[in-house]
């Protein structure tokens, strides 16, 4: 039946009480991704943390640690980009002896670009994230010069070059995210991935490994709007391409230069149409919701804004599943 193959999943922090874990199983979720602290990313910690995961019983089907693969001296070419991307290499072995076989990359250097968390127009009172792109425009540079398309396209291929190899003897897939937002430049950083365009050359250039390929990121997609691609389409061009190895599944009330992460129903675009795609076209990955508005502590708090956002996600494949299948 189309749709079975799509495994929904919960976020997981390597810090997790086993009641967070009972949580996510109470959910009627089966899958997580991890991301693990520093401290928590040997080889001892991480194998001790998934044999609780296992236990739990949830499976890990992706991880990473975000200080070690949205690194600045990797993405900028920086004094010690060599050691960094061996300590990258280093803990995808780890990540492979674990047994969980994809990792992750994101070509920012200065994480998310964000302008505040707040209370927004479309939030329903909830604290969400709000873009206002002119007000990060406005910012310093990070790194004292800017930093051109040119120079991010080497840094890149010079990364791909040092770690698919590795990833070829690990069977180990890398998870390429896009920038958010996706457009051309912010604080004196050239952008990677700002458009399917940009994902095209990026596979391209690792001479379409099959240890390359996406998270795709529906969030960032809608950010861009028309600049990044007609998302429909795409899904249907990346998942026939075998190119989809994450969803992540959000809304947001426009496309740029303004806009708020709003609850899945709430955004501009029909999150229905995009979960029906993701079935016709016969997905076979792992999905999960991205930067949900956060809900008022004394009634669950973050917790209970994932749950409802996850919850809702389940419906909109049960009812495309059954919808396509009919």
């Not at 009972?22 to 991890?34: A, E, P, R, S, T």
């Not at 990044?228 to 496309?255: A, E, M, Q, T, W």
């Not at 609850?263 to 919701?289: I, P, R």
Request: proline content about 3%.
């Amino acid at each position: 039946m189309l749709g079975d193959k799509i495994k929904v999943q919960s976020k997981v922090g390597s810090d997790y009480t086993d009641e967070q874990l009972l949580f996510i199983k109470q959910m009627g979720v089966d899958y997580v991704y991890v991301i693990f602290k520093d401290e928590d990313s040997n080889y001892d910690s991480v194998m001790k943390f998934t044999e609780r995961v296992r236990k739990a019983g949830l499976t890990i089907t992706d991880a990473g640690n975000t200080n070690i693969y949205k690194c600045d001296k990797i993405h900028l070419g920086l004094p010690g980009r060599d050691e960094a991307i061996e300590r990258y290499n280093d803990f995808n072995r780890i990540l492979a002896k674990a047994g969980i076989k994809i990792g992750y990359a994101t070509w920012e250097p200065n994480q998310v670009l964000t302008t505040k968390f707040a209370v927004g127009k479309y939030t329903r009172g909830a604290i969400g994230r709000i873009v206002d792109l002119e007000e990060i425009k406005s910012r310093p540079y990070t790194h004292g010069r800017l930093y051109t398309q040119e120079e991010i396209w080497e840094n890149f291929k010079y990364f791909l070059d040092r770690v698919l190899p590795v990833c070829e003897e690990l069977d180990f897939k890398i998870a390429l995210h896009p920038n958010d937002p996706p457009v051309d430049c912010l604080v004196g950083i050239s952008n990677l991935i700002t458009s399917a365009e940009c994902y095209k050359k990026a596979f391209e250039l690792s001479g379409n490994s099959p240890y390359l390929g996406m998270k795709m990121c529906v969030g960032c997609w809608l950010e861009g709007g028309k600049n990044f691609g007609n998302i429909l389409d795409d899904i249907r061009y990346f998942v026939g391409n075998k190119k989809v190895f994450c969803v992540h599944f959000r809304n947001v009330s426009s496309p740029l230069p303004n806009f708020e992460e709003t609850l899945l129903e709430d955004g501009y675009m029909d999150m229905y149409q995009v979960m029906k795609a993701f079935v016709e076209n016969d997905y076979d990955g792992v999905m999960h919701v991205d930067h949900v508005p956060v809900w008022v502590e004394s009634c669950g708090g973050s917790d209970a804004a994932w749950a409802y956002s996850t919850g809702y996600m389940k419906a909109l494949l049960n009812c495309a599943k059954a919808e396509v299948n009919r």
